[in-house]
């Protein structure tokens, strides 16, 4: 089964639009982490994990928590916001499919020829997601991502986040990061990447709501400190969870 | 001693302006880095490790690597093209500098503010360097890099990689990435950075010429494939930093 319709199950099973950011750092962090995904299971419908997890442990120290979301029905992201020249991104691609990644987040900035084709097609083949960021959480985003830009293949002039989501649409991606504090994004690049998932980082901590991410047209919001960091995990997942029902 | 004091003072006792990237795949990939590093050592000035090597061993792994670096009197460069918010770009830089790395290189995109603040000013703090990547040298990167883009700050249209390049200098960059495969934009951005070490990776593999690069005004050319695939790797490294040393 691919990654849209393993979270596409999760998600119609738990009743939850939520992925859980494992951002959890300490020495017992990885022991944590496995501790927050099975507590948190039945109300979320993803898993990502970022460089919190991977630099120390590395992704073979992954293996093991990876296994237990997928026992638990729920995919994982490698939100690795890959970067790189081709035969780099290749490697890396590689390394977190063989490792159990269901899917990886990827810059669109080194574009297609040498840069990500390789990566979509090595996806594709093995039905792994490929996420495309095209407009992140922080407020700096606004400094490149809002800028506007010559998109050179329509011959037209618009702000960067908006030519990353008709390229995402291009090259065949599984879903665009669109950041819950920028909702009038959300609505925009909605109306461009058709049913394309939008996944929405930048909650609670970072000031987005869940509520306004959904309506503006995000299909999943990620959270992670507002869950993992809350004196009580649960009741907060469950929480969130709920917020998001009545958009199931 | 800082990141930028350690590699002039490794440039000028070899004679070399060569960083070798340690790009090696495979199951014995560490024991082979480590050979690749002891045999070429007099012939280059400077170490780069990417994902090839932090994604299986993750950066606790890598400790010894970075050590016998360090022994040889050569700093090291996390290639990790660092493209998060600013809470997890911080613990991002904090590990790599925790593990030994003495340098990290960042993609500007995310910009300052909540974004790639914090770890200008942690890398600040303890001597290490953080490098800028504003032109990458695959042949994609023209869709975005090269794009003409509104740069708010100084309400001027100008390229992509040119904007990046100034922002480098504002935010206190110790340096930046240029691909060695656009010479001509190497003398653009040498115009703008002043006297700001210039990284050029792309040279042989990806067609990009050594001396053409330094020529141009690059600082310091980066050596992956073209040394660590060949069959006399010795000889190769040797061969390339004496191109290196009518610059030196």
Redesign the interface.
Known sequence: MGFLDMIKRAAEQNRSRIVLAL?V?GPDALERAERLLCETAEYICCVKI???L????????LRGLIKRAHSLGLPVIADC?M??????NF??AF??FDAGFDAITV???????????GVFHLARGRGMGVIT?IL??????????E??????ELGVFDK?YKVFAR?SLKWGADGVVVGATRPEAIRQVREIVEDLPIFS??VVV?GGGVVEALRAGASYVIVG?AICESDNPIDKAREMCELTRRFS
Chains 1, 2 share one sequence.
């Open positions: 951002d750092k970022n460089k919190h991977i630099l120390p442990w590395g992704v073979e120290g916001k970067c790189d020249i081709g035969s780099t490697v890396e390394t977190y810059v669109p900035l080194p574009g297609w020829a040498e840069g990500l084709e960021v992140m959480s922080n407020r700096g985003a606004s400094e490149f991502f800028a506007v830009i010559y998109d050179e960067l390229r980082p930048g970072q400190r």
